[in-house]
T-cell receptor, first 117, second 112 residues
Framework: GAGVSQSPSNKVTEKGKDVELRCDPISGHTALYWYRQSLGQGLEFLIY????????KSGLPSDRFSAERTGGSVSTLTIQRTQQEDSAVYLC???????????????FGPGTRLTVL | DAKTTQPPSMDCAEGRAANLPCNHS???????VYWYRQIHSQGPQYIIHGLKNNETNEMASLIITEDRKSSTLILPHATLRDTAVYYC?????????????FGKGTLLTVNP
């Protein structure tokens, strides 16, 4: 079956430009997550969407970052006025509805490698 | 979340069992042990999780000590495609447990 897909796979942009990264979660998964992973670093949580609930945006590093999820499915992460420190792999994950408070396993996409020149 | 400690690297011969240890001595009663792995240039992949009983699925087995202070992930017949960084995390049920945080993990190299 289809897994989580992300596009583009690679994005090179100039400092100061805006970028949009797209995530298509697994069909039927109500939870969607964005993370980023810088070279040699661990996973950094950015934002979490669960159904119709207000998203948890606590991981967004600045107000240049925003994300939306339309129709409970596709999500777009937007970075405005990109900076060189935004260069990283941006990972999207999805999971089925949470049961009894247990964090279900998260299914990750291949990521978008963003390079800001 | 409880801190976990893993060896930075391990080697394993193809076809042999790979046993990856993880220490989580400060784990609390409501924290599950999760294992993920990340193959080079790919997104992380969920492997298995457990609370206190040993668990097995099609990918691996998870052995958790009785005091829950450590665990071992077992890949019964390692293949070259199992070469990856393996992450052990302690993750509570409920709350903000969806925020996965990986440490350095163990780089497992499966050799032919």
């Amino acid at each position: 079956g289809a897994g989580v897909s992300q596009s583009p796979s690679n994005k090179v942009t100039e400092k100061g430009k805006d970028v949009e990264l797209r995530c298509d979660p697994i069909s039927g998964h109500t939870a969607l997550y964005w993370y980023r992973q810088s070279l040699g670093q661990g996973l950094e949580f950015l934002i979490y969407f669960q159904g119709n609930s207000a998203p948890d945006k606590s991981g967004l590093p600045s107000d240049r970052f925003s994300a939306e999820r339309t129709g409970g499915s596709v999500s777009t992460l937007t970075i405005q006025r990109t900076q060189q420190e935004d260069s990283a792999v941006y990972l999207c994950a999805s999971s089925p509805a949470r049961r009894g408070g247990l964090n279900n396993e998260q299914f990750f996409g291949p990521g978008t490698r963003l390079t800001v020149l | 979340d409880a801190k976990t400690t893993q060896p930075p690297s391990m080697d394993c011969a193809e076809g042999r069992a790979a046993n990856l240890p993880c220490n989580h001595s400060t784990i609390s009663g409501n924290e599950y042990v999760y294992w993920y792995r990340q193959i080079h240039s790919q997104g992380p992949q969920y492997i298995i999780h457990g609370l206190k009983n040993n668990e097995t699925n099609e990918m691996a087995s998870l052995i958790i000590t009785e005091d829950r202070k450590s665990s071992t992930l077992i890949l019964p017949h390692a293949t070259l495609r199992d070469t990856a960084v393996y992450y052990c995390i302690a993750n509570p049920s409920g709350g903000s447990n969806y925020k996965l945080t990986f440490g350095k993990g163990t780089l497992l190299t499966v050799n032919p």
